[in-house]
């Protein structure tokens, strides 16, 4: 790592930053202490701090191997997972990268650091030395270090590896580096408030029947894009009210929470469409919220298949995208016009909607195609 770091080297780095990396990969690298792939890993590390996080774009910041990069969180969501966090000691048992260490510990007096990839560790080291921040750093595997330790901790972050890469497999909390389910009894009993970062991919009834002392699961979504859950376990918490909280950063929608139960207990409303139409956000969808949000927020789903709801009073309160919308016929769809178009329990998809009235994408009007309870429709936003 030292070798990287000097002036000529990191000159070097700095005049290829726009260079196409694939090229530069096949240049023989002008320095014979360090090879081209180091060089190239460290141009990749700025593109990519560039976008998740911003805060390392610093002099003499070294970046790990592609893996480790694509394994840590984003700068935007390990602050919004820091909020509301603080106390004496923290330990994240799964650094890595240390992005979410660094922020989720910002408000810690004692922040202890464990992580079994050596070369790795350094590198969070040498970083956090540069940002002027300490830690214990403690190069082991974290069920030795929970083995041995007899220390309690105010909080106690875990974001387990995956296994494998098996794309569509049913994602189990085994499938996981460390195994969660092996090791919960004695993360609950080291700290008083342990937190997971888990794949959205997870079922939340799932997670709710085998994890121990889950009080609150978080589902985040950007932009719309649901990119984890964090699950909250407090010591000696009885279920089974488990409270769910939706959030969609990057955007003006407000959050939903309510308590896992309450949905079992809710029915929806149903009616015709009505001057509002309401698009429930990813992080709602995920939660699985679909009659209590109507309960709660007094709107009413057109039909028990399509999770659209409507209102003649708009409700600014819910977390997804509003529309004022009309009905029409078919007929008024006219020819070469540009739509965004949705299509939802609905017999046509997008591209056949678009070949069938001639129309294309864009323009700042939505078509949506759905279904109420009394047959097709098409709704036109205003
Ligand atoms: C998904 S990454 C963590 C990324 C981190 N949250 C960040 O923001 O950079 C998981 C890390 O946990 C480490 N890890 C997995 N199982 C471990 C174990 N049993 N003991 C110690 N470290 C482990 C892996 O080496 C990997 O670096």
């Given at each position: 790592m030292k070798n990287?770091?000097?002036?000529?080297i990191q000159n070097y780095i700095n005049a290829n930053l726009k260079t196409d990396l694939h090229s530069l990969l096949l240049k023989k690298s002008p320095f014979p202490e360090v090879s081209m792939?180091?060089?190239?890993?460290?141009?990749k590390g700025r593109k990519v701090a560039d976008k998740k996080f911003p805060f390392l774009l610093k002099e003499n910041i070294v970046f790990p191997p592609n893996l480790n990069l694509e394994q840590a969180s984003s700068q935007a969501t390990a602050l919004f997972k820091a909020t509301n966090l603080k106390g004496k000691k923290f330990l994240d048992l799964t650094c890595g990268f240390g992005i979410d260490a660094f922020f989720l510990s910002d408000n810690f007096v004692e922040?202890?650091?464990?992580?079994?990839?050596?070369e790795l560790l350094e590198t969070v080291q040498h970083n956090w030395n540069i940002l002027?921040?300490?830690a214990n750093f403690i190069n082991e595997n974290l069920e030795i270090f929970l083995n041995r330790s007899t220390e309690k901790f105010d909080l106690i972050y875990l974001d387990p590896a995956r296994r494998d890469d098996e794309k569509n497999k049913k994602f189990l909390l085994e499938d996981l580096s460390p195994n969660l389910l092996e090791i919960q009894e004695r993360l609950l009993d080291a700290g008083k408030e342990v937190i997971i970062k888990l794949s959205p991919l997870v079922d939340i009834s799932y997670l709710i029947s085998v994890l121990k002392g889950l009080s609150e699961i978080k589902i985040i979504a950007a932009k719309n894009e649901v990119k984890e859950l964090l699950v909250v376990l407090n010591h000696g918490k009885e279920k089974p009210d488990v409270k769910i909280s939706c959030y969609n950063l990057e955007s003006t929608e407000p959050s939903f929470s309510f308590n896992f139960n309450e949905e079992k207990n809710a029915h929806s409303e149903f009616s015709e469409p009505l001057k509002f139409l309401y698009i429930p956000n990813n992080a709602v969808l995920k939660s699985g919220a679909f009659n209590l949000i109507s309960k709660k927020l007094g709107v009413k789903k057109l039909h028990p298949n399509t999770h659209f709801y409507s209102s003649d009073v708009l409700e600014e309160a819910f977390p997804g995208r509003i529309l004022s919308v009309d009905i029409i016929e078919s007929k008024q769809i006219k020819k070469g016009e540009k739509f965004n178009i949705i299509s939802k329990n609905y017999p046509l998809t997008p591209d056949e909607i678009k070949k069938k009235y001639k129309i294309s994408d864009g323009g700042t009007c939505y078509l949506i195609f759905t279904q109420s309870r009394k047959g097709k429709i098409i709704l036109k936003s205003l």
């Open positions: 990287i770091l000097t002036k000529e792939l180091e060089i190239v890993q460290q141009i922040v202890t650091l464990v992580e079994q990839n050596t002027g921040r300490k």
